[in-house]
């Protein structure tokens, strides 16, 4: 009689629930185990997901810049009187606090009459040779001229290399004969990144001048530099101004050198010293 009371009892709260639109509790008439294990249920849906995930990193390792010679101007000419001619070499890209030598095609110098020389500074004494061991700055690079005169024209190579090994880089560039070119002056590079210790170099052509006439060179920039020198292959080194003379076609070709020199524009005049003077400028950015 009990038991059908329970059940009745039961059944009349699982009715009244429903009328009143809920649900009965987890477990509900199921007895105490059946309310234990939906209570274990309820504990499952409940506990938190644990997610995990693998992060894969990669790392990138640079491959180091290659070394680059890079010739300015590539064509280059001689004058009409001693043969006079030059070049700027820059180097970019070596080894940072090492040395290279630098060399030039045999034939660049024989046959011949004259000598040829690599020049630049090293720390505050001006030095030329063939070959030449130049030091490479804190970034890579290096600023020098080639400068050479009574050989004949042709297509050369320099190289830059380490004691007994094979040149780390090589670029080429031709001489031309003595000719006929337009009025003007320019300077070769037209921008130049200087080194550590301030040191830049640049060619400078002059065409198409009077045959035979004197010329100035002078800079008012130039004196921020701690030291600045124009020369030929066995003339100079010349300190600003200087005067010199155009070959029968009114052309020549000079270098122009420097150390501790900051970043900033430069300008190069050149001027005739005829009483109707005419003066050409150009200019050389250094960063």
Known sequence: MRRGSLLAAGLVAALLVTALGGALPAGAGQGKKGHKKAQKQQRRQNRPTVVTT????????????????????????????????????????FVPASHVTLRVSSFFTSPCNGSAAFVTFSGTQLVSALPL????????????LLLRTGCRSGTYEVTASTPDAPPLARAGFTVSAPEPMPTGFSIAPGSMR???????????????????????????????CRSARVLQQNRGPFSLPV??????????????VAEGCPTGRYTIDVSEVAAAARTFSATLEVT
């Open 194 to 224: 200087r080194t550590d210790a301030g040191v830049i170099a640049a060619t400078l052509r002059i065409t198409g001048l009077y045959g035979n006439e004197v010329i100035e060179i002078d800079s008012p920039d130039l004196v921020r």
């Open 243 to 256: 005067r010199v003379s155009t070959d029968f076609g009114g052309n020549n070709i000079l270098g122009v």
């Open 54 to 93: 693998t992060v894969v990193t990669t790392t990138v390792v640079a491959a180091p810049p290659s070394p680059v010679l890079t010739i300015e101007p590539a064509s280059s000419f001689q004058n009409g009187i001693d043969g006079n001619t030059g070049t700027t070499v820059v180097g970019r890209g």
């Open 133 to 144: 061991t130049v030091a490479v700055d804190s970034r890579g690079g290096f600023n020098a």
